[in-house]
């Protein structure tokens, strides 16, 4: 039952060409696929791009199910670890919250910057906090708190501060945070839950 680190890899791999095959609309032969307009060759052409979206679906529940069997086979040890989560809408987040306390990381929620901001000055000592025990999420909109902006003016101001914590954008739109990938360290965009729960498992396998 045990998954090889190799094997998960592969995994990964495969669901990082599934991701640019549904992303690449302007080259890639998905999207060609996806802006044809001939009438005879539409209706097959669904039928394929249906096939690849059953098959890109299967992958993510296989990688969802060999992340959490890793977790279970991870090592025991005593190492306090927590995530500083700024999102304006917190209940949204019930789920993943749930997943993290299973792997015994502790969710820290404020609703905007400001209050994010104010618990790393009463916290100086996180700043010195391995990869291990500390990092940061942020979602990319927040509707009173700069807006589309909110995440990337966040993680600007958490570096201008000198906190190299790892910092996960997790948004609905891809597209719309990988220049702040980018453009910063040590930071990462997920848009699903399962690309969140290997994001929680990197921080347990850390050394």
Same mark, same amino acid.
């Given at each position: ?8 890899? *592969?995994? !990964? !791999? ?20 996806? !802006? ?5 060759? %539409? ?26 069997? %890793?977790?279970? /086979? ?5 190492? /306090? ?27 820290? *929620?404020?609703?905007?910057?400001? /209050? ?5 000055? *009463? ?16 979602? $990319?909109? !927040?509707?009173?708190?700069? $807006?589309? &902006?909110? $995440?990337?003016?966040?993680? &600007? &101001?958490?570096?201008?501060? $000198? ?13 719309? *945070?990988?220049?702040?990938?980018? %453009? ?24």
């Amino acid at each position: 039952n045990n998954v090889s680190q190799i094997q998960f890899e *592969q995994l !990964r !791999r495969a669901l990082e060409l599934a991701k640019d095959l549904l992303n690449d609309e302007q080259k890639g032969w998905y999207g060609k696929c996806i !802006r044809t307009k001939k009438d005879t060759k %539409k209706k097959s052409l669904q039928m394929k791009i249906s096939d690849i979206e059953k098959d890109i679906h299967k992958a993510i529940n296989l990688i969802s199910y060999v992340s959490l069997m %890793k977790i279970q /086979s991870l090592p025991s040890k005593k190492i /306090s670890r927590c995530i500083l989560w700024v999102d304006d809408n917190p209940r949204n987040n019930d789920k993943e919250v749930d997943i993290a306390q299973e792997m015994g990381i502790t969710m820290i *929620q404020k609703e905007n910057s400001k /209050s994010a901001l104010a618990y790393l000055a *009463q916290n100086p000592h996180l700043k010195k906090a391995s990869f291990t025990e500390f990092r940061m999420i942020t979602d $990319g909109f !927040r509707e009173e708190d700069d $807006g589309d &902006k909110a $995440g990337e003016y966040f993680i &600007k &101001k958490v570096r201008e501060l $000198g906190w190299q914590t790892p910092i996960l954008i997790h948004c609905g739109n891809l597209q719309d *945070q990988l220049h702040v990938q980018a %453009k910063y360290t040590c930071v990462s965009v997920s848009t699903t839950r399962t690309m969140f729960t290997m994001y929680l498992t990197s921080m347990l396998e850390c050394k």
